[in-house]
């Protein structure tokens, strides 16, 4: 039999003691990944706009390659792909987001190491043997390159319909109030937690309404908050494809939404949700309200049944074959009988 495909994934992003619900698209992806046959080493750092810090990471990521045998080098965010140049393996980047749309600071700027971090990104980006992006409209930061556009998947055995009653008994929220789902970190400027604050706000009392944060949660949580609430509100200043979006969807939780990332595509034709003109927080409210005064739930999640996990790890694994010359997962397992793993079992290096 050949050997499975080895591969090592780079990331300056990963579960930490301190942060253990980090990027629970990125952990799903590589159990996935690993559920399909590959095998995937995470090597993964904390950069923290620290050259320093980059310099050592790049010291012991390069000793990798030369302790075990690999296929290629993944690397999820642009800055990541600094640590594996010069190039000694095939190399695989997707990009994400702030890598190339920049960081906003607190008063709702761009930064000088955003703007740094576009130049990285762009720059690595030419050395690749293949790119992904998560959603069409970063393709034109690459118009020179080609970019396979492959979305963070979803786990549809998770993120799935539940009974309402059900989910606010468990959390503990009021059985009498309409609720406003807020997911994210309301520290994090681009996020724009104070503009949803102010829509809820506007809303008319009579509504009985309430914003619900859920941030610092189990990932497991997140879809019990999705199906406990009446309404997703998602108020970000920039995004790739925003994986919360998608996951309400497959709750069958309305959305209401300004104008950011694959959002307007995701929910075009979704009936009960909303893609608002603009970021005004009266307009927010507005959108709100009319999602509220509507009740009952849109039949959503049939419009994300593409971005099932298995579909994707099947889509990742093509270009693997293709940038790699080993062919060894030609006769990988078939997308439709792969089921999810407990992202509890991983482990990293």
């Not at 996935?32 to 620290?50: C, M, P, Q, S």
Request: charged share 20%.
């Amino acid at each position: 039999m050949n050997a499975p495909m080895r591969v090592l994934m780079i990331t300056s992003e990963w579960p930490t003691t301190e942060s253990p619900n980090d990027v629970p698209f990125l952990v799903r992806q590589v159990s996935f990944l690993r559920r399909a046959g590959v095998e995937v080493d995470v090597f993964h750092f904390r950069g923290a706009k620290n050259p320093f810090r980059y310099v050592r990471a790049w010291r012991e990521a390069r000793q990798m390659p030369k302790r075990n045998r690999y296929d290629l080098i993944h690397a999820q965010f642009g800055q990541s792909a600094l640590l594996a140049m010069p190039k000694c393996l095939p190399l695989l980047i997707t990009i994400r987001g702030d890598d190339v749309e920049g960081i906003v600071a607190r008063k709702g700027r761009y930064t000088l190491a955003g703007y740094i971090l576009r130049l990285i990104t762009r720059g690595v980006a030419n050395w690749a043997d293949a790119l992904i992006v998560v959603s069409p409209h970063m393709k034109r930061h690459f118009s020179h390159l080609t970019a396979h556009v492959i979305p963070s998947g979803l786990d549809l055995d998770l993120f799935r319909p539940m009974l309402l009653r059900k989910a606010r008994q468990k959390l503990g929220l009021p059985l009498s109030k309409r609720l406003v789902l807020f997911v994210g970190n309301p520290d994090d400027p681009r996020k724009r937690f104070g503009l949803s604050q102010k829509a809820v706000a506007q809303l008319d009392p009579t509504l009985n309404a309430e914003l619900i944060l859920a941030w610092n949660v189990g990932h497991s949580d997140i879809p019990v908050f999705m199906n406990a609430c009446d309404v997703l509100v998602f108020t970000s200043m920039h995004e790739g494809s925003p994986n919360v979006v998608k996951e309400a969807l497959a709750c069958n939780l309305p959305v209401v939404s300004v104008i950011v990332g694959d959002v307007p595509d995701r929910l075009n034709g979704v009936d009960g949700c909303v893609v608002c003109a603009d970021d005004q927080p009266a307009t927010i409210a507005a959108a709100l309200t009319q999602v509220l005064r509507r009740h009952g739930r849109p039949a959503s999640r049939i419009a994300v049944q593409e971005l099932d996990e298995r579909i994707l790890t099947q889509r990742i694994i093509e270009i693997y074959q293709n940038i790699s010359t080993n062919s060894s997962i030609a006769n990988h397992v078939p997308a439709d009988v792969l089921e999810p793993i407990d992202s509890g079992t991983l482990t990293a290096r």
